[in-house]
């Protein structure tokens, strides 16, 4: 195995690893439904049981439309991204460690949901002009690594268009 696949694997389980120690954490010491404010009404931490998809969209759509695309569909997405990551070298930095998180995350989540049947949210933040939903530490990695892989994706279009001098 090579070095950059190392990285990988260990960046992937660092995500897992993660955001299952915080679900573990909240659903043994966080009252289902409560809400507790970690940085006044900013930052508030509960206990959310989420059988949906991203904010609970699909929670009451038909079993088996939930086993397709809760289960099946993103499963085959995480193991064609795993293969491209560990089979393509020309992948840059960035990209790599944004399509890392984005496994982690996902990995996470859906085991969550083979396992419980829902995923466990428990973070959400309230800005005052704007709200998030309730979310997780996984959801986080998701979103951190789209934005990784979107900030790649600038620097490289910028580069490319760059005259040559």
Not at 156 to 165: A, D, I, Y
Request: hydrophobic share 45%; net charge positive; aromatic share 10%.
């Amino acid at each position: 195995m090579q070095k950059k696949q190392i990285y990988i694997l260990i960046l992937i389980c660092l995500n897992i690893g993660t955001d299952q120690y915080s679900k573990h954490l909240v659903r043994e010491k966080v009252v289902p439904g409560s809400r507790t404010e970690l940085v006044g009404e900013l930052l508030q931490l509960m206990n959310v049981e989420n059988s949906g998809a991203f904010l609970g969209m699909g929670s009451d759509a038909n079993p088996t439309i939930k086993m397709i695309f809760l289960l099946i569909v993103p499963l085959l997405v995480l193991t064609s991204v795993l293969y491209y990551l560990f089979t393509n070298k020309s992948i840059d930095r960035l990209t790599t460690i944004g399509l890392s998180c984005v496994v982690g995350g996902g990995i996470a989540n859906l085991y969550d949901r083979f396992v419980y049947g829902s995923v466990t949210d428990f973070l959400f933040m309230d800005f005052n002009f704007a709200r998030t939903g309730i979310f997780n530490f996984a959801d986080l990695s998701v979103t951190t690594g789209m934005v990784l892989i979107l900030i790649s994706a600038f620097k490289e279009k910028n580069r490319k268009s760059k005259p040559l001098s």
